[in-house]
């Protein structure tokens, strides 16, 4: 992996848009989301005129270079399962993909696309600082805080803001004692004074394991669900009747945030789960919600809020429950969708800001954060003896 003091080599001319690396799939449960969101970005950064190059990381952690003209076969998500059968490149282990990607003539802002654990949790953004390469969105920090939901809630409720109850349930305390775990879930219920549960894996989104648990009968299964996809889970108390609110947040520096939104979404099942979001297509996004105008500026603020405590830098989406005239702060999406039913780009255009402009946009952020971070580089002199 080239260290980061190699020289940046070419930088575009004036007036000629950074060439860009479109990083999509990844080895996690969102992989095919990320595809969608991957190939729109892709698709439209192209169209605006930036040179683009999509990447695919299949489910085993290889790297594979798209052909230029292989979103003409792919669509669905099931045809990137054959990446060699697209003309694809590949396929690369990280450290040679990485060291192929510091190596181009000129060197590409990677766009990093990919939704869950490798994507959006740190892990991809350390390896890219290790390669001194440029990328969009949040820093190592944000990203492991944004992703983890049980240390996201654990770190706003320290600062004062709202967030829903929970309790955090460990795989390995699952299996060894399933009866213990079931009595402390059905004294919080009861305390929560609502038979119902929300249980989900605590480090993925997508609502991919996300479980409403009815009664106790029903939380033994949601728990195995959610284990399925993560060693932690999350256990929180059910909001009946909660609406479902999304602010985008856009920007590097604290002065300079723009906050979109809030939008909302509707749902067309019992909650908005994974089977709602992709595949009936039941459920609506409204861009702008019909809130009174207090309530819109309380939540904006929250946003703002919860955007600086992790360090969120790029682009954020930052989800809200509404119940009964009391906000709560629900998560912060580091690298939210962007596919056609994603609320995060409705909200920006409906800002002012459409999809080409909106994705140009955060590759412009990921320069100008790249610009201004300082990387020294030590001699055995500079080194405390």
């Given amino acids: 992996m080239t260290p980061p003091g190699r020289s940046r080599g070419r930088s575009p001319g004036p007036g000629r848009p950074p060439s860009v690396a479109v990083l999509l799939g990844g080895p996690s449960a969102e992989h095919d989301v990320s595809i969608v969101s991957g190939t729109a970005v892709a698709e439209a950064l192209g169209a605006a005129g930036f040179p683009v190059?999509?990447?695919?990381?299949?489910?085993?952690?290889?790297?594979w270079w798209l052909p230029p003209?292989?979103?003409?076969?792919?669509?669905?998500?099931?045809?990137?399962?054959?990446?060699?059968?697209?003309?694809?490149?590949?396929?690369?282990?990280?450290?040679?993909?990485?060291?192929?990607?510091?190596?181009?003539?000129?060197?590409?802002?990677?766009?990093?696309?990919?939704?869950?654990?490798?994507?959006?949790?740190?892990?991809?953004?350390?390896?890219?600082?290790?390669?001194?390469?440029?990328?969009?969105?949040?820093?190592?920090t944000a990203s492991a805080l944004g992703m983890d939901k049980v240390l996201f809630k654990r770190l706003v409720r320290g600062l004062g803001l709202p967030v829903v109850e929970w309790r955090e349930?460990?795989?390995?305390?699952?299996?060894?004692?399933?009866?213990?775990?079931?009595?402390?879930l059905e004294a919080f219920a009861t305390a929560t004074g609502d038979e119902r549960l929300m249980v989900k894996p605590?480090?993925?989104?997508?609502?991919?394991?996300?479980?409403?648990?009815?009664?106790?009968?029903?939380?033994?299964?949601?728990?195995?669900?959610?284990?399925?996809?993560?060693?932690?889970?999350?256990?929180?108390?059910?909001?009946?009747?909660?609406?479902?609110?999304?602010?985008?947040?856009?920007?590097?520096?604290?002065?300079?945030?723009?906050?979109c939104g809030p939008g909302e979404v509707v749902p067309g099942r019992e909650f908005y789960d994974y089977r709602d979001k992709y595949l009936d297509g039941r459920a609506r996004i409204l861009a702008r919600a019909e809130l009174a105008p207090e309530l819109e500026v309380s939540i904006r603020r929250l946003a703002r809020e919860a955007y600086l405590a992790i360090g969120a830098?790029?682009?954020?989406?930052?989800?809200?429950?509404?119940?009964?005239?009391?906000?709560?702060?629900?998560?912060?999406?580091?690298i939210p969708g962007f596919t056609p039913i994603s609320l995060f780009p409705a909200m920006a255009a409906a800002a002012g800001h459409d999809f080409a402009a909106l994705v140009g946009r955060i590759v412009v952020l990921a320069l100008e954060r790249e610009a201004r971070r300082a990387r020294p580089r030590l001699r055995p002199a500079d080194l405390p003896r």
């Fill in 169 to 184: 349930v460990r795989a390995e305390r699952w299996a060894a004692d399933p009866a213990a775990v079931l009595a402390e």
């Fill in 69 to 140: 003209d292989h979103r003409r076969e792919a669509r669905p998500p099931a045809v990137y399962d054959d990446p060699a059968g697209l003309g694809a490149l590949g396929p690369f282990r990280t450290g040679a993909a990485l060291d192929r990607l510091a190596l181009g003539e000129p060197r590409p802002v990677v766009f990093v696309a990919l939704h869950g654990p490798f994507g959006e949790d740190g892990t991809i953004q350390a390896l890219l600082e290790a390669a001194g390469l440029a990328y969009t969105g949040s820093g190592v």
């Fill in 313 to 334: 830098e790029g682009f954020a989406r930052v989800d809200f429950l509404l119940a009964g005239g009391a906000i709560y702060l629900n998560e912060i999406n580091t």
């Fill in 202 to 259: 605590a480090r993925l989104g997508s609502s991919v394991g996300m479980t409403l648990a009815h009664d106790r009968s029903e939380r033994a299964a949601a728990l195995d669900e959610a284990f399925r996809f993560d060693t932690l889970a999350l256990v929180e108390r059910y909001l009946a009747g909660a609406r479902d609110l999304e602010v985008a947040v856009i920007g590097n520096e604290p002065e300079g945030l723009e906050v």
């Fill in 53 to 63: 190059q999509a990447i695919l990381v299949d489910l085993d952690g290889n790297w």
